[in-house]
Each structure stands twice: as C-alpha cells, then as structure tokens.
C-alpha cells in the first residue's frame, strides 16, 4: 500500500539558508511528526497564482495540515485592525489557506489545523477572532486542555485530559465559525474543534509537533490523520 500523501500548506521564509532567493518553508517538527505517522509530507507553497488549481490538487493527495504562523488579516472577517500585537500578517499565506481549507471540505480530506491553522478553519466556516488575548497565559506556556471525552481529538490523544499542550497564541476564537462545534477549552477558551459533517477533520490551538517525538498523546493526532487518509 502506498503511504497517504499529506499536504502541509508553506510559509514565506527569509531565514532558509541554502537556497538562492526567498524559500518557502514548513516547520520540521510538524515534517517529521507526519512522517512518524507513516505519512508522506508534501509542501505546498503560498502562491494565489495556484488557488484555482486548488480542488483539482487536493483530490490527488490523502490528508492536509494547515500550521502555525502569524496572524490573519481582520478584514478576512470582517473587522478592522484594532489591536497593536498583530504581527506577521502576509497576504498570500491568507488567500491559499483559506482557498484549501475550502477545497479539502468540500472533498472531504482529512485535515488538522494547528493554532493558526485552526483560526483559518474557523475564518474560513464564517468565524471571527479576539485579535489580541495578551501574551501573559497562553504565549510559550503549557497548558491543560479539557477535552470532550468521546470527541475524536480525544480519541486520537488517548485521554480526555492531555496536560502538556504547549499554547504560542496572542488570540483566540470569537464567533464560532458553520459547521464547528467544540470539543475542548483550557482558561474557558475554545482549545478544539471539530467539523460536524466531515470525516476527519479538526483544529486545536496549541501546537502538538512540538513535543511529538516524545509525548505519544500529542503525536497520536498525527498517527490520526494518516490512519484517516489510508
């Protein structure tokens, strides 16, 4: 049996040494993660240029995950820009992942959002987000997360309570976007979602590659997706 191929939707990256020019890039940490799995990770770089060709794409790979990254411009939902922590907010990152967030729903590809990725998600299904939670709780700290036992992130984690979820986030989810419904929350903030109608396809706010290697909870989520995408 070929390995599912799993889509992981790249960064603008000015720090890639190696290379000639700008390089597009995806974390490692989220690269090997899939691998672990059995999956075989296939970067997709952000050019708008390829959002037409979206659907066609996903319909040739088994599984995507969107990861973590800067913000998402507030115009995307509908505000405008009142908060001064916004950062990294590029253009094309928010144009091709919100297009293949479209796509993989609309085929039905398995999907797991990460931090961003999960407010991507929730933009995407007509959601909004608290532009700015501070960075006192939730930024480079681990956390709790309470998990709705019998939800399928639970599931995948073996546990209902996983205790090392390490939070990188300054926002969080408002208005909870069509099709979600929660499925975890840590400080009473939504920290898991889930897609009510689709196979497999789920967002959570904190970022499960970083610990992977060593905390089996956290990369049972990956082993999740590739077993969703065989």
Known sequence: MTAPIVLIVGRQSGEAKGVRGEAFAAGQ????????????????????????????????????????????????YGQHAT???LYGIVHEHDEVELAVVA?????????LAVCRGLQVLNVALGG???????????????????????????????????????CVHHQALGRLGQRLHVVGTSDEMVHAVEVDDARWAVGIQWHPEDSAATDPQQQG???ELVRHAR
């Open 128 to 166: 909004t987000l608290v532009q700015d939670i501070g960075r006192e709780t939730h930024w480079l700290s681990y956390h709790q997360v309470s998990l709705q036992p019998g939800s399928r992130i639970a599931g995948a984690m073996g546990t209902d309570r996983p205790a090392a979820c390490h």
């Open 29 to 76: 940490r989220c690269v090997r993660a899939v691998q672990r799995a059995g999956g075989i990770p296939l970067l997709l770089p952000p050019l708008p240029e390829l959002v037409d060709d979206l659907p066609s794409l996903v319909e040739r790979v088994d599984a995507l995950v969107l990861q973590g990254g800067g913000d998402i411009d507030p115009g995307r």
């Open 103 to 111: 796509a993989a729903l609309a085929a039905d590809l398995p999907m």
């Open 83 to 85: 908060a001064e922590q």
């Open 221 to 223: 989520l990956f082993d």
